[in-house]
C-alpha cells in the first residue's frame, strides 16, 4: 500500500489553518512522445523540483516562485543546497544532495554508455507553487526553452 | 509536475516522472513516471547509499526506453526498511506543521549560501 499523499496533507493543512492546496487533476490523457532513439544514444534532460540551487546562485522564496535554476552537470553534490516551502522534506537531501538531484548516478550511467550523454545544464525549481496558472504560463515554458536548448532527447524530472 | 511533463511530451520531449507519491502521479495523470515507495524527500535514492540511487535512477531511465503506453506507472521494488512504519507517520493528518510560511524572501540553506549569492552578483540588496 501506498501513502494517500494528496489526502493527508489536505488534512494537515486543514487542522493548522492553511489555504488548500489544490494539486493538478488532469481530465485527459497525456500526449504521448516516444524515444526517437535507444536510450543509450539519447542525451538527457533533468528537471528537480525540489527546489535545487548551487552554492553562488538565488535560494527560492516561498510564495509561488516560478523561477528557474540552471546548474551545470557538474558541479559537486557539496556545492548543491536547497530552499522549498516544504522544508521538512529536505532533511536528508541537505545531508546528501544526490537523494533528490542524481548528479552522481547520471554522470556514472553517461560515463558508462547507459544513456548516450548528460546535458551540461539541469534545472530546478520549487514545486508547491499553488498557481496552477503560473505552472502552466511560466514554468511549463520556461523549461521546454530550456531543454530544447539543451538539446536533449528525453527528460527525467524529479519529484521531492 | 504532472503539468510541466505533460507540456513536454506535448511539444516533443519524451518524460519521465520519478518521485514517491503515486496518488498525485496517478491524478495529474503523467505520460510515464516511476514510484519509488520511500517517504517524500528520497526520489532518488537513501542518503549515502549510492548503490540505491544509481539503482532507481537507472531504473527510471531504463521506463523512457521500455515504457510503451501512455499513463503507465511502475513501482520499483526497492523498499525503505523491512517493516514499512514510516507509512504510518506519512499519513498522519496531526503530523507536525509540514509547510513554511508563504514567504517572498529568499530562503538560503545557509547564511553563507547568501554571501555567495551576492559575491556572484546573483543577489543583490
Known amino acids: 500500500m501506498t501513502v494517500a499523499y494528496m489526502q493527508a496533507i489536505a488534512e494537515r493543512y486543514k487542522a493548522i489553518g492553511y489555504t488548500p492546496y489544490r494539486w493538478f487533476k488532469a481530465e485527459e490523457g497525456p500526449a504521448w512522445m516516444p524515444l526517437a532513439k535507444p536510450l543509450a544514444d539519447s542525451r538527457i534532460g533533468v528537471l528537480s523540483t525540489a527546489g535545487a540551487y548551487a552554492l553562488g546562485q538565488m535560494a527560492y522564496h516561498y510564495k509561488d516562485d516560478t523561477s528557474i535554476r540552471r546548474i551545470a552537470s557538474l558541479t559537486p553534490a557539496a556545492e548543491l543546497r536547497f530552499s522549498h516551502i516544504t522544508e521538512n522534506y529536505l532533511k536528508d537531501a541537505r545531508r546528501d544532495p544526490d537523494c533528490l538531484v542524481p548528479l552522481t548516478a547520471l554522470r556514472a550511467l553517461a560515463a558508462d554508455g547507459f544513456i548516450g550523454g548528460l546535458a551540461d545544464e539541469v534545472f530546478s525549481c520549487m514545486g508547491g507553487v499553488y498557481s496552477q496558472r503560473r505552472v502552466r504560463e511560466e514554468i511549463a515554458p520556461a523549461l521546454l526553452a530550456a531543454l530544447r536548448q539543451q538539446k536533449v532527447d528525453a527528460a527525467l524530472l524529479v519529484a521531492m | ?125
Not at chain 2, 28 to 38: E, F, I, N, Q
Not at chain 2, 93 to 101: F, I, L
Request: charged share 25%; with cysteine; aromatic share 4%.
Open chain 2, 1 to 125: 509536475m504532472c503539468l510541466v511533463a505533460r507540456h513536454l511530451e506535448a511539444h516533443g520531449i519524451p518524460t519521465m516522472c520519478l518521485g514517491s507519491a503515486l496518488d498525485i502521479f496517478a491524478a495529474g495523470r503523467a505520460p510515464r513516471a516511476t514510484l519509488v515507495d520511500y517517504p517524500l524527500g528520497h526520489s532518488t535514492g537513501k542518503p549515502f547509499d549510492p548503490a540505491d540511487q544509481l539503482d532507481i535512477v537507472r531504473a527510471a531511465l531504463a521506463g523512457l526506453q521500455s515504457m510503451t503506453r501512455a499513463e503507465t506507472i511502475t513501482r520499483l521494488p526497492n523498499q525503505w526498511d523491512t517493516q514499512g512504519l514510516w507509512r504510518a507517520d506519512a499519513m498522519r493528518a496531526d503530523g507536525g506543521d509540514a509547510r513554511q510560511p508563504r514567504d517572498e524572501t529568499p530562503q538560503f540553506q545557509h547564511a553563507d549560501d547568501r554571501a555567495a549569492a551576492r559575491a556572484s552578483g546573483a543577489l543583490r540588496d
